[in-house]
């Protein structure tokens, strides 16, 4: 079955610890991006990758950072720099950058 | 710059009633445009999409939504709705630059949540 997957499904974590999402897609997508969605405030842009190896900021960068060294990955690491870090965190690819977008299951994250 | 209006948070709707969800944009140049639905707990599905063409788009579960240029608008639309169809529903848009200016960026609606009484 091709598809993205995101672990775990819920994530806690102590405040000031930084954490790994992890996102794995076998779409044999370029592109990839992660999202962050708050109640009320549909989703936003956190950061995204064309290419392997290559990424860039979205809207709300600050306090998170990305990697790409492979076509099927591309992990998400909230660091103790993100003020509000609770939230529901979505990853998602595509064909190239302007083709649909495809999500996976999110990964909750509450930092207590 | 884009902007997204889901002019209703919630929508609560009949079993078998039709239903709209409405979508305002923004953008000063072309755009494409996207629903997802998202149920609890869970990622977003693509429901349908507009690029070009038909301004009328059906999509999956019987749901369709127009595209309405003037009005600068995408509602989305189903006859009659089953119990199973509770869920939010985000609109989205996507610039459509030329070339290497465009960034894939999807600009997401607040959200509606359809809630399907039996």
């Known amino acids: 079955d091709g598809g993205i997957t995101q672990s775990p499904k819920y994530l806690f974590r102590k405040e000031g610890q930084n954490v790994t999402l992890s996102c794995e897609q076998n779409l044999n997508h370029d592109a990839m991006y992660w999202y962050r969605q708050d109640p009320g405030q549909g989703l936003r842009l956190i950061y995204y990758s064309q290419i392997v190896n290559d990424f860039q900021k979205g809207d709300i960068a600050e306090g998170y950072s990305v990697s790409r060294e492979k076509k099927e990955s591309f992990p998400l690491t909230v660091t103790s720099a993100q003020k509000n870090p609770t939230a529901f965190y979505l990853c998602?690819?595509?064909?190239?950058?302007?083709?649909?977008?495809?999500f996976g299951p999110g990964t909750r994250l509450t930092v207590l | 710059a884009q902007s997204v209006t889901q002019l209703d948070s919630q929508v609560p709707v009949f079993e078998e009633a039709p239903v709209e969800l409405r979508c305002n944009y923004s953008?000063?140049?072309?755009?494409?445009l996207f629903w997802y639905v998202q149920y609890p707990n869970q990622g977003l599905q693509l429901l349908l999409k507009y690029l070009s063409g038909s301004t009328l788009v059906k999509g999956i579960n019987g749901f369709e939504a127009e595209f309405n240029k003037s009005q600068t608008s995408f509602h989305l639309r189903k006859p009659s709705v089953h119990i199973s169809d509770t869920a939010e529903y985000f609109c989205a848009v996507s610039p459509n630059l030329h070339g290497s200016s465009n960034t894939g960026k999807l600009i997401f609606g607040q959200g509606t949540t359809l809630q399907v009484k039996p």
């Open positions: 998602a690819s595509s064909v190239g950058l302007v083709d649909t977008q495809y």
């Open positions: 953008s000063s140049v072309s755009v494409y």
